[in-house]
């Protein structure tokens, strides 16, 4: 497999095309609604929120995928959840995908995606919307500047568009992959992601395709957290429209792994991204936790030190509270024996079989200042490593959700 260079959008996947508009959800001629666009049919998997408390796009995308996997198209819209919208709400997201299907000419059989994003509990401005349906139509492009406004529109709290691509090699054939994502705040995945689409030209059965998300998102977007919290929203869609003309890849393919592991790569980097892009974030934390006894142990007690409050405060106050990091392990649910735990925090290792070590205040204070900070926890037992990514809480995040809606 070959990853890595440069960077390829969403556009550089042959066969789609892309935009962001202006609507007139945001103020001030803001980028607010994307579409994405095969020009092939595709086969389509996603994974939703878990939230029980699912917005009206989530519900109609979970229905869609019933009826059809050939999904050729993608709108979304920020600014505005269409969450807690009622049956309006339903028949909104539904008009969403008419509109869009009727602007792009799709084949009946071909279903379109429908995404939003933003506050919750306020109907969608439709009006709105079918001006920028009809203009993004029109915008449709492969041109990079054309992938990075979708990425752009897509933004809430975001303070920067989230990119991410990957190449492999399978049959001689070069098959790439492209994603964007969005998500800053209310992050705390479970089975789904904030927004993520990922497209690609791997010719691909849909078992193959459903099976390679879910391992790529359970090591990627369901291995970060910013504030515990899970949208009502979240959704990782994944469209492959077969144009490298591949040999086709199901479960059984040799080269299902090489796939699986490209795909959870664009996942690692998009979530990654969205992490470290935490509501006032100023630190960008990694946390290894090693030999739990499985990787969904060791994800446990990742994902509750990176949802504690005390060890995000911690870290952005640059203090070495280590007994704050065991503590928040301790209370994960994954059972271990403290007195073989160890911690380090970067190269300076702080507990060693459950005993305190002496360390350096000073150095610890020159590591905890470093905006990249690495957690790495030892529980001593049996095999079983994961790797969670989080951000610390600063004033900032306080300041940003108390005043969201205003």
Known sequence: MRTGGAMRYITDVPGFRACGVHAGLKPDGALDMALIVSDRPCVASAVFTQNLVKAAPVLFDMALLQRTRDVRAV??????????????????AAEMARLTAEALALPEESGVFVMSTGVIGVPLPMNKIAYGITLAAQMLDATPEAAQAAARAIMTTDTRPKMASATCTLDEKTITLAGIAKGAGMIHPNMATMLAFIVTDALITAEALDAALHYAVERSFNAISVDGDTSTNDTCLVLANGAAANDIITLESPAFPTF????????????????????????????????????????????????????????????ANWGRVLAAAGRAGVPFDPDR?????????????????????????????????????????EPGDATVWTCDFSYDYVSINAEYRT
């Open 341 to 381: 735990a160890s911690l380090w925090f970067g190269p300076l290792q702080v507990l060693a079989n459950g005993k305190p070590l002496p360390f350096d205040e000073d150095e610890a204070l020159r590591i905890l200042s470093e905006v990249d900070i690495t957690i790495d926890l030892d529980i001593g037992g």
């Open 260 to 319: 699986r592991d490209a795909l959870t790569e664009v996942c690692i980097a998009l979530a990654k991204q969205i992490a470290f892009d935490g509501e006032g974030a100023t630190k960008h934390v990694t946390i290894h936790v090693r030999n739990a006894g499985s990787f969904e142990a060791a994800r446990q007690i990742g994902r509750t030190i990176a949802t504690s409050p005390l060890v995000k405060t911690a870290l952005f106050g640059r203090d």
């Open 75 to 92: 709108v979304v819209n920020s600014k505005n959840a269409n969450a807690v919208t009622g049956e309006q709400g339903l028949r909104d």
